[in-house]
Nanobody
Framework: EVQLVQSGGGSVQAGESLTLSCAASGFSFDEHVIAWFRQAPGKEREGVSC????????ADSVKGRFTISSDNAKNTVTVYLHMNRQKHEETAVYYCAARSALDPTYYRGQYYLSWPRTFNSWGQGTQVTVSS
């Protein structure tokens, strides 16, 4: 059974940094994509970043400021989202999610971040509030 357990989050001032964690278990990390999404009140869920088999991808809005990384243990993978120079408009509930990876010849990060509904396992979500 795939399990995603999130930690981190909280409140920061604009320009500050925050790191989110997602402990993933119950599947083969090499065959899956783990992504971070966020959803602000009244807005659709937005793809932020994803990682799969060492390859990373970022939404244009966070390139150069956010970094996704993973720490592989025996039965658990922890995926981190390091968020630097945060902006007030990035206040949202952040979710990690996992799905099986598709043929990388045809499917890249942009596909995964554009289709959150194709992800079948989700973390519990964590609130990030950025004060201006």
């Amino acid at each position: 059974e795939v399990q995603l357990v999130q930690s981190g989050g909280g409140s920061v001032q604009a320009g500050e940094s925050l790191t989110l964690s997602c402990a993933a278990s119950g599947f083969s990390f090499d065959e899956h994509v783990i992504a971070w999404f966020r959803q602000a009140p009244g807005k659709e869920r937005e793809g932020v970043s994803c990682i799969s088999n060492g390859n990373t991808y970022y939404a244009d809005s966070v390139k150069g400021r956010f970094t996704i990384s993973s720490d592989n243990a025996k039965n658990t993978v922890t995926v981190y989202l390091h968020m630097n120079r945060q902006k007030h408009e990035e206040t949202a509930v952040y979710y990690c999610a996992a799905r099986s990876a598709l043929d990388p010849t045809y499917y890249r990060g942009q596909y995964y971040l554009s289709w959150p509904r194709t992800f079948n396992s989700w973390g519990q979500g964590t609130q990030v509030t950025v004060s201006s």
